[in-house]
């Protein structure tokens, strides 16, 4: 039992390019959530899918597009990486959204250059 | 003012002392309540959830729940120098599904 995995662990971007992260979970979850979290800045919500086939937007959806390919996985993308984007993040997964406990995988340190 | 508010520390209290963490929240509609720990450079971890008004003991680990003055707050008995974490506080702001974190408060435990 994984929990919820993520991969990559580290990328390095220039600035314009193009990347998926992936995210998994096998406690058989509904929701799935990303996070970006900055220092000084906390965990902040990108994306979340309440469910198989539904994604709505965070408090910073732009730049980033996400897809609920089924209920294990949710994966984030971006589409023209901007130093802003420097972040570390992280997926998570709970059974209901909003209500019952998140649960994270090990995140992904991303570098924008 | 921000939905979930945390000081954000250093808290530092000795070995063996009670740590006790604190955390407000704007809506009054919430209902579901959240304590994570961090450990630097390693993902959230729950430690506990609660839900109703009053106190939640696991272990060490105490969560307090005032609705009417809309805190919650986290006891750390018999602190030891392996908590020394950050402490996130997750709300779920009433009618949205989605749940809210506080910055964190960095808590460090001296021998």
């Known amino acids: 039992n994984a929990g919820v995995t993520q991969t990559p662990k580290f990328q390095v971007l220039k600035t314009g390019q193009s990347m998926t992260l992936q995210c998994a979970q096998d406690?058989?979850?509904?929701?799935m959530y990303w996070y970006r979290q900055d220092p000084g800045m906390g965990l902040r919500l990108i994306y979340y899918?309440?469910?198989?086939?539904?994604?709505d937007k965070g408090e910073v959806p732009n730049g980033y597009n996400v897809s609920r390919l089924n209920k294990r996985e949710f994966s984030l993308r971006l589409e023209s990486a901007a130093p802003s984007q420097t972040s570390v993040y992280f997926c998570?997964?709970?059974?209901?959204?909003?209500?019952?406990?998140?649960?994270f995988g090990p995140g992904t340190r991303l570098t924008v250059t | 003012q921000k939905e979930v508010e945390q000081n954000s520390g250093p808290l530092s209290v000795p070995e063996g002392a009670i740590a006790s963490l604190n955390c407000t929240y704007s809506?009054?509609?919430?209902?579901?309540f959240f304590w994570y720990r961090q450990y630097s450079g390693k993902s959230p971890e729950l430690i506990m959830s609660i839900y109703s008004n009053g106190d939640k003991e696991d272990g060490r680990f105490t969560a307090q729940l005032n609705k009417a003055s809309q805190y919650v707050s986290l006891l750390i008995r018999d602190s030891q120098p392996s908590d020394s974490a950050t402490y996130l506080c997750?709300?779920?702001?009433?009618?949205?599904?989605?749940?809210?974190f506080g910055i964190g408060t960095k808590l460090q435990v001296i021998p």
């Open positions: 997750a709300v779920n702001i009433g009618g949205y599904q989605k749940v809210t």
């Open positions: 809506d009054r509609g919430s209902q579901s």
């Open positions: 998570a997964s709970s059974e209901r959204t909003g209500f019952d406990e998140q649960y």
């Open positions: 406690m058989n979850h509904n929701s």
């Open positions: 899918s309440a469910s198989e086939g539904t994604t």
